[in-house]
T-cell receptor, first 116, second 116 residues
Framework: AQKVTQAQTEISVVEKEDVTLDCVYE???????LFWYKQPPSGELVFLIR??????QNEISGRYSWNFQKSTSSFNFTITASQVVDSAVYFC?????????????FGSGTKLNVKP | DTEVTQTPKHLVMGMTNKKSLKCEQH?????MYWYKQKAKKPPELMFV???????INESVPSRFSPECPNSSLLNLHLHALQPEDSALYLC???????????????FGEGSWLTVV
């Protein structure tokens, strides 16, 4: 069974602090994809990153970085020098392929509050 | 800006009303999705259309009726809803490549529905 756990329900930091959002997943598949999405109060889920199970290289995009470790089934997301605009709910998701489309298993989300 | 467009942004309807939510994408995606999201919860899959055919109905009550008129459009017809159906309804789309779990799902901004 596919499962994603985001144990941190809510995190509050002060602007310019670094913050790491945790994501732990469970799957029996050998090939799978993991995603992170950002959901600001407006509602739209904004795609941030996709990572496949074959590639354990860490990735950096500006202030964002991701640490994928298959040994611990984790795909953690770090924001460096956080800003107020980073305040949102962040979802980690695991993708399962069914016929010609994906089924996502979302974690419960982590709400990030960045205070000025 | 999102390439999945949803209308209306906000909808208030009575329990005896009939209304529709509309979704449009021009990314050439052949998989389209409806998700329902309650406050402080992750999105829940409702329906999936693949190549304009209904592929998944996650045991959604019949008061929700999806329709996919063509590869770019997805509708959700609403009738005799209950107050507990009040939620954010998200439309999404993705490419369709058999055997690949890595297709990114792109979401619209959502339609905020209130049933009174």
């Amino acid at each position: 069974a596919q499962k994603v756990t985001q144990a941190q329900t809510e995190i509050s930091v002060v602007e310019k602090e670094d913050v790491t959002l945790d994501c732990v997943y469970e799957t029996r598949d050998t090939t799978y994809y993991l995603f992170w999405y950002k959901q600001p109060p407006s509602g739209e889920l904004v795609f941030l990153i996709r990572r496949n199970s074959f590639d354990e290289q860490n990735e950096i995009s500006g202030r964002y970085s991701w640490n994928f470790q298959k040994s611990t089934s984790s795909f953690n997301f770090t924001i460096t020098a956080s800003q107020v605009v980073d305040s949102a709910v962040y979802f980690c998701a695991l993708s399962e392929v069914l016929d010609n489309f994906n089924k996502f298993y979302f974690g419960s989300g982590t709400k990030l509050n960045v205070k000025p | 800006d999102t390439e999945v467009t949803q209308t209306p942004k906000h909808l208030v309807m009575g329990m005896t009303n009939k209304k529709s939510l509309k979704c449009e994408q021009h990314m050439g995606h052949r998989a389209m999705y409806w998700y329902k999201q309650k406050a402080k919860k992750p999105p829940e899959l409702m329906f999936v259309y693949s190549y304009e055919k209904l592929s998944i109905n996650e045991s959604v009550p019949s008061r929700f009726s999806p329709e996919c008129p063509n590869s770019s459009l997805l509708n959700l017809h609403l009738h005799a809803l209950q107050p507990e159906d009040s939620a954010l309804y998200l439309c999404a789309s993705s490419q369709t490549h058999s055997g690949m779990a890595g297709n990114t799902i792109y979401f619209g901004e959502g339609s905020w529905l209130t049933v009174v």
